[in-house]
């Protein structure tokens, strides 16, 4: 697809007879942010070591920044920051010995850009990497990955480990890479800061691609629960058949439902009362995301 910085035909990947990836159909856009999302084993990581030539497909075909992710990884790695969810760096060197000498793989990295990088993620380059804990090496591989300021970001569970300040920072910096017209492609199973940062977003299910949606139809798509006070007792009844309402309850004047869907239905069967008081509770990705997945599985079963 044009204007794609990843495009993967039925990328598919098992490792002996246990399936990693399967039939993966997929384009992440030029200067998105783009959200992977799914359970520990649902195939997050698989896809991306696919991505970047770290394993071979079983079949299928994959190009990253236009080239083929096989034949062009070396082209491609010079372009793609990245940062992987099992992050190993070299233990005997300081944090600065390992920028230079991954800004060195690079033909040359601004020290004032790592500096300010340093700054901003509150990490400390003069520490041996030995001595780290696991949010102070996380925040050294997000140094890495973002230093060359590259074409693409791929990110692996970037918040793995980092305190709630670190995470403000880093949200900062995806932002400003999309601003800048760069692509991120990130991978993560904590949906609030998908929800956050993200344009689009895929859901990956045992393998398979269960949706790509906009973060908004997402969101849309998931229940939201609503609470009516009414000027006078309602009858349960008057609900109870609308469409898109589940879980209906009515205590006296006071009716508490959720929504599936578009709210206009019950909307419209609550304007024959006189309203007091209308309480809607949006929904987190979290909820949207779990409900999909109940919807894919009922389907399945």
């Known amino acids: 697809m044009d204007g794609s910085v990843v495009h993967a035909v039925g990328l598919t990947k098992f490792y002996g007879r246990q399936r990693g990836l399967l039939d993966l159909d997929l384009d992440v856009l030029s200067g998105e942010v783009f959200g992977y999302l799914g359970p520990n084993g649902a195939g997050k990581t698989t896809t991306i070591r696919l991505l970047l030539d770290y394993i071979r ?14 034949h ?9 920051g990245y940062l992987p969810g099992d992050l190993r760096l070299y233990d005997s060197l300081s944090g600065r010995e390992l920028v ?24 400390d380059l003069s520490r041996e990497i030995r001595t780290l804990s696991t949010g102070n090496r996380q925040k050294l591989g997000l140094v890495q990955a973002f230093m060359s300021d590259p074409e693409l970001l791929v990110l692996d569970e970037p918040t793995n480990g980092l305190d709630p300040l670190v995470q403000q920072a880093f949200y900062g910096l995806v932002t400003e890479a999309r601003g800048a017209g760069r692509t991120v492609f990130l991978s993560s199973h904590v949906l609030p800061e998908v929800e956050r940062v993200c344009d689009r977003v895929a859901i990956l299910r045992e393998g398979r691609l269960v949706a790509v949606e906009r973060i908004a139809d997402l969101r849309g798509r998931a229940m939201r629960r609503l609470e009516i006070e009414f000027g006078r007792d309602v ?18 004047n006071v009716l508490r439902c959720t929504v ?42």
Do not use: Q, W
């Not at 800004?103 to 850009?113: D, P, Q």
């Not at 009858?235 to 006296?252: Q, Y």
């Not at 007091?276 to 509770?281: G, I, K, M, N």
């Open 100 to 123: 230079s000498y991954f800004s060195a793989l690079r033909g040359g990295v601004s020290r004032e850009r790592v500096a300010a990088l340093a700054e901003r993620l509150d990490c």
């Open 260 to 301: 599936i869907g578009s709210m206009d239905p019950v909307v419209k069967a609550a304007s024959a009362f006189e309203i007091r008081t209308l309480t809607s509770s949006e929904p987190g990705l979290e909820e949207v995301f779990l409900a999909f997945y109940g919807e894919e599985a009922g389907r399945a079963a």
């Open 235 to 252: 009858p349960l009844a008057a609900f109870a058949g609308v469409a898109g309402v589940r879980d209906v309850a009515v205590d006296a």
């Open 57 to 70: 497909p079983t079949r299928g075909s994959v190009t990253v920044l236009g080239l083929d992710a096989h």
């Open 72 to 80: 062009g990884s070396r082209a491609i790695r010079r372009r793609v």
